[in-house]
């Protein structure tokens, strides 16, 4: 009675308030489009209406705070496994067989059975010893309550979808594992257990609600679920579809792996033929269901890698509008790759079908007992802050934010709904919302989308570019480069055009362009006009000028050990890294083939040299044997401009598992470290310090948000020690002291953190503190102070909106602000707006 009344007095007051809510805006013109709770029907214990009612209206009071930030409000249902869209006659009174398990049903075991020491991917238990029997009609009432409860609760049009997953995981199929074995494909879940979205049926007589007289033989299955799901979800009130994990994506979602791929070698001969078949999955689906929205969960992995492992023309895919491109992988995290996260998320933002995406985040499991904000995060938000760091950059040059959000999953495999879990994470994904990019970050990942499609099926030769180029990327990432923006190439060049300086703060990376390509003119432009660029991959299709601006030449390709050497600033460790680096030409684009063509130009410095490991003594290297992997170059009439080049070595390599597996870093150097370490060519130094190579390297993202800079970070080990400096001078982060050292701020940080940074200061040593102070004034909205400083240079990087007239700097003074004022500059624009002050000794305060 009690829970009764308090969500009536819920409803009154969000009808009392939504008014007023959505006259004010909430996030700063942040808002989400639409914010989703994904729920199985577990929490629905008891097959009654009021009590379904009751359920419904709990769920929207959770998730209230959260939910006042969209515009629109989406549940999606995970009913069953997809099953009950393909058994689905047309009638209300036909029995739901749906996803009332702990663990996967479709095995040898019947569930509640076997041994004990089986696992639950070994077989299922009910989630409730005598759990409600549903019915389709019972289906389509929930799915009316929910739209009725959700719109009583919020005020805001709420919308409701139905999932259809591939695999064995979350409800019985005689469907998929008895009737229509011919479907099978993948083994993400062991041998043939994954429906294949291009395979075909066998005739089967029973009727269908699309198929009344049976399914003809050669059915493709594209065809045979649009029909089915046309039906279904009209019938049932569902709004759109969610395709999961990886269907219409290829067969093998999950692994690195595929159709093309064996991880031996690329089969070129069947790329075009698997394209064409996913391609006509969604042509035959859409030729039934032309317009149900469609949302897909896509891969694990990356763009590149999908194309050429499995056929994956995520190109082609794109040209349907009405669909939510796949989002970031919430099973990356899980492992600590947020590097694979990372790579998967922005390759696949780079294009869109519009300028909707999705960024969802993983809070409970309903299937597999656990939950992972709870278990496996240890309530730590380093999956919030690290992917909603995230930006794409689109042709107009605006900055881009995920539109919709998602929550995997609202219940646990119990189908309760701890109030705990929404109450900690909203807090962590409003403040990761609220310091959202609004500008390039100090990195960004200029993506080779229309190149990867084009080289994939113009040349003969170029898979394993493909493959590894995402791969390196990744591996860059787990290892500190800190990398959370992205353009396509094609909306680089529009924007360079209409904006040409747009990306004067930021270092672009980029591949190796063609030979007289467009992109290669606006990359030579770009630098020459005084930008800066780290190009990366083998230059084997690079042209004469490219080659020119980089001083490379190309030789005879070599793989195998290396001895690596040179000039660059490391991290610091009590055991250092092995000085050998395994290149595998398979998994890193070919063999090393890169060499200065000109070792005596006065604008080159040399950074790495590798040499075949065991071949000849140190100092005695016959001509041609060494390979230059890393340098930086100037040119004297380029303003300023920089471009530093790395070959690039994966150091992964298959060993029969899911994924790459990287290189033992105690006994091979990670060769994608030299990404990171040669940001000090740019005066961008972000170095660790960490017992040994063994010890798990931070992951690091740095965001601009109205002019700030927002670092978030993963500690995988809190051991680990980071240490900055910039071009502006050491950053501070906002409510931290830092031990400077050799200009450097220094901090221990914890497994997750996000901190602003408004001020840089230049200054050797001494213990700095940054903190944030009331306001105490009229017109003044926010105060900081600076503490510690020894004649120290103070760069602040106020809204870009306050003027130099606006802002106010006093050495050490206090309230009431009456002494101690002192003039302030301008700051030189080559770093970005900021304001300056010069020999700050004492205490300093800024406000504005």
Known sequence: ????????????????????????????????????????????????????????????????????????????????????????????????????????????????????ELSIHERAYLYLDNPPAFTYGDLKFIVQTLKEEGRKATGKPVLVGETFDPGPEFAKSDFKYKKHREILGGSAMGHNTMVSCYSVLNADSEAYAGFPKGIPANTRFGTFLGRQSRHFLKDMGFDFLWLSNGFGYGVEGWSSTGAIFDGKGFDQAKLADTKDKIAGFWKYFRAENPDVQIQTRGTNLSTGTDLARDGVNLEAIYRDKNMLPPPNSPWAALDGDFGLE???????????????????????????????????????????????????????????????????????????????????????????????????????????????????????????????????????????????????????????????????????????????????????????????????????????????????????????????????????????????VRHEALFSGGGIATNLANPNDPNTRLMATVT?????????????????VAWVRTGNDWNGGKVVYIRGTNSSKFNGGKLLNPDDPSKFFTGPLLMRYALAAFDMHCVIEKENPAVKSPVLTIARSHNAFIFSGYHPNSTITDRFKFPQGAPLLLG???????????????????????????????????????????????????SGLEGATVRVYAPEHISLEKFEAYINAAYPWKTGRIKVSEGDPKLGRHFVAEHVTGTLTVAW
């Open 342 to 580: 990372m790579v998967g998320y922005m390759s696949r933002m780079a294009e869109l079908p519009d300028e909707r995406f999705l960024f969802r985040f993983y809070t409970h499991d309903p299937w597999w007992l656990n939950s992972p904000w709870l278990d496996r995060y240890g309530r730590e938000a380093h999956d919030i802050y690290l992917p909603m760091s995230v930006s794409r950059i689109n042709a107009k040059g605006e900055v881009k934010i995920p539109s919709h959000l998602s929550f995997l999953s609202i219940d646990d495999t119990h189908g309760d709904m701890p109030t705990q879990v929404p109450d900690e994470v909203t807090p962590h994904i409003l403040k990761a919302r609220y310091d959202a990019p609004t500008a390039p970050g100090p990195l960004v990942w200029v993506y080779p989308f229309e190149e990867y499609h084009r080289w994939a099926f113009a040349y003969k030769d170029r898979l394993p570019e493909i493959y590894y180029g995402d791969w390196l990327i990744r591996q860059a990432i787990n290892n500190g480069l800190p990398l959370n923006t992205v353009v396509s190439t094609n909306a680089f060049q529009s924007v360079l055009k209409s904006k040409p300086g747009f990306f004067k703060e930021s270092i672009l990376v980029s591949v190796v362009p063609d030979a007289d390509s467009p992109l290669e003119r606006a990359l030579i432009g770009f630098v020459k006009n005084g930008g800066k660029l780290m190009v990366y991959g083998p230059a084997g299709h690079a042209g004469k000028a490219f080659l020119e601006l980089l001083n490379l030449k190309n030789g005879t390709p070599l793989e195998g050990e290396f001895k690596i050497s040179g000039q660059y600033e490391g991290d610091r460790l009590n055991t250092a890294y092995p000085n050998v």
């Open 612 to 628: 075949p490991a065991g071949q000849v003594p140190a100092g005695q290297v016959p001509a041609g044997q060494a390979r230059d």
């Open 1 to 116: 009675m009690k829970l009764k009344l308090a969500l009536s007095c819920l409803s009154l007051l969000a009808s009392v308030s939504l008014s007023a809510q959505n006259k004010l805006g909430t996030l700063k013109g942040k808002n989400f489009n639409n914010i989703t709770l994904e729920v199985s029907l577990k929490p629905f214990k008891k097959n009654d209406k009021a009590y379904i009612r009751e359920v419904a209206r709990e769920m929207f009071m959770q998730w209230s705070s959260m939910l006042r930030h969209a515009d629109t409000v989406s549940v999606m249902l995970w009913t069953s496994d997809g099953s009950e869209i393909l058994d689905y006659k047309g009638t209300p009174t036909q029995p739901l067989e749906w996803a009332k398990y702990m663990g996967n049903p479709n095995t040898e075991h019947a569930v509640n059975s076997g041994p004990k």
């Open 736 to 786: 931290l002291e830092t031990k400077l050292d050799a200009g450097h701020s220094v901090y221990n940080l914890p497994t997750a953190w996000n901190r602003e940074c408004r001020i840089f200061v230049t200054q050797n040593e001494g213990i700095v503190s940054y903190k944030e102070l009331h306001s105490g004034v009229k017109d003044i909205d926010k105060r900081f102070q600076v």
